[in-house]
């Protein structure tokens, strides 16, 4: 069984879930708003499937941030996890959310996954985008001047990764191509010393505890190589996002590593400026909810 929030309720979750549904079959139970999917639905000629709804009742706007929806986007995370406690789940996708609703609704957390690791108690735990490539992340939803890279959480990223790639995708000892911070890898110290200090450290330490690990390379002149590893690791959202969007753009999952369960969700946002058109495109959410199926 596998549980699927519905997002935030003005953006395209209930949409994408909605079409998603219609390609993929299995038992599910969609959490979320049960007007706004009524809504949708309609307005949409969407058929809702004949799965179990957890209602989460409450104000709701289409197509803007507002505190309504942040708030049922956030209780509808809570209420996942609570059903996972209870056994009735195994699993969970997560439609997009928009974080600035989150914050506005009184859940100050920088995205989906550290909210989901906080709910479960999960200490260690990394983003990984999976597609045409596999890119993890040591820092994400944060601004660059606050990005600090330290050698203790370089390796504890290495850790959860090499575990969750053999957990759910079993790839055994996977390799893993750690990426710098600054221009061209730092050049000796002269644009940044993290290299020096942080990050080849890490690379060194986690090569001897065992792990397959190689860099750090380049970020600019990584993805010319051919001989990429099985997953890389950026430093930070845009550095290791930007590539992976440009190779695997509505067709990649968001995967949590490290939680009790399997959780992922499409790469994409809640895209308020397609809400209600019926031209979302359901095939990150497809290869989402097949995942968590697969895999969790």
Same mark, same amino acid.
């Given at each position: 069984?596998?549980?699927?929030?519905?997002?935030?309720?003005? #953006?395209?979750?209930?949409?994408?879930?909605?079409?998603?549904?219609?390609?993929?079959?299995?038992?599910?139970?969609?959490?979320?708003?049960?007007?706004?999917?009524?809504?949708?639905?309609? %307005?949409?000629?969407?058929?809702?499937?004949?799965?179990?709804?957890?209602?989460?009742?409450?104000?709701?706007?289409?197509?803007?941030?507002?505190?309504?929806?942040?708030?049922?986007?956030?209780?509808?995370?809570?209420?996942?996890?609570?059903?996972?406690?209870?056994?009735?789940?195994?699993?969970?996708?997560?439609?997009?959310?928009?974080?600035?609703?989150? &914050?506005?609704?009184?859940?100050?957390?920088?995205?989906?996954?550290?909210?989901?690791?906080?709910?479960?108690?999960?200490?260690?735990?990394?983003?990984?985008? &999976?597609?045409?490539?596999?890119?993890?992340?040591?820092?994400?939803?944060?601004?660059?001047?606050?990005?600090?890279?330290?050698?203790?959480?370089?390796?504890?990223?290495?850790?959860?990764?090499?575990?969750?790639?053999?957990?759910?995708?079993?790839?055994?000892?996977?390799? %893993?191509?750690?990426?710098?911070?600054?221009?061209? #890898?730092?050049?000796?110290?002269?644009?940044?010393?993290?290299?020096?200090?942080?990050?080849?450290?890490?690379?060194?330490?986690?090569?001897?505890?065992?792990?397959?690990?190689?860099?750090?390379?380049?970020?600019?002149?990584?993805?010319?190589?051919?001989?990429?590893?099985?997953?890389?690791?950026?430093?930070? &959202?845009?550095?290791?996002?930007?590539?992976?969007? %440009?190779?695997?753009?509505?067709?990649?999952?968001?995967?949590?590593?490290?939680?009790?369960?399997?959780?992922?969700?499409?790469?994409?946002?809640?895209?308020?400026?397609?809400?209600?058109?019926?031209?979302?495109?359901?095939?990150?959410?497809? &290869?989402?909810?097949?995942?968590?199926?697969?895999?969790?």
């Amino acid at each position: 069984m596998v549980g699927i929030t519905l997002g935030d309720p003005g #953006g395209i979750g209930a949409e994408i879930t909605l079409k998603a549904l219609k390609k993929v079959k299995g038992d599910f139970i969609l959490i979320g708003n049960r007007k706004a999917l009524e809504y949708y639905a309609s %307005i949409l000629n969407l058929e809702i499937p004949e799965v179990e709804i957890v209602d989460i009742p409450g104000k709701w706007s289409p197509g803007k941030i507002s505190k309504g929806n942040g708030k049922i986007a956030g209780e509808s995370i809570i209420k996942a996890v609570e059903l996972w406690k209870e056994g009735k789940i195994k699993a969970v996708v997560t439609a997009p959310v928009n974080k600035k609703a989150l &914050h506005i609704a009184g859940f100050n957390y920088p995205g989906q996954t550290e909210f989901l690791a906080e709910l479960t108690r999960t200490e260690k735990f990394c983003m990984l985008m &999976h597609g045409k490539v596999n890119v993890a992340f040591v820092t994400t939803h944060l601004p660059l001047r606050d990005v600090r890279i330290k050698k203790e959480k370089v390796i504890e990223k290495i850790e959860v990764i090499t575990e969750g790639l053999n957990k759910y995708f079993e790839i055994e000892n996977p390799l %893993i191509d750690v990426l710098s911070l600054n221009p061209h #890898g730092g050049e000796e110290g002269d644009l940044g010393r993290e290299e020096i200090e942080e990050i080849r450290p890490a690379v060194e330490e986690a090569r001897e505890m065992g792990f397959r690990v190689r860099g750090p390379f380049p970020s600019d002149t990584y993805w010319c190589r051919e001989d990429r590893g099985d997953c890389v690791l950026a430093m930070y &959202h845009d550095q290791g996002m930007i590539p992976f969007k %440009i190779l695997s753009f509505g067709e990649g999952v968001n995967v949590t590593l490290g939680l009790p369960f399997l959780r992922t969700s499409p790469d994409h946002g809640t895209a308020f400026d397609i809400v209600g058109k019926g031209i979302a495109s359901e095939r990150s959410m497809v &290869h989402a909810i097949e995942l968590a199926q697969e895999a969790g």
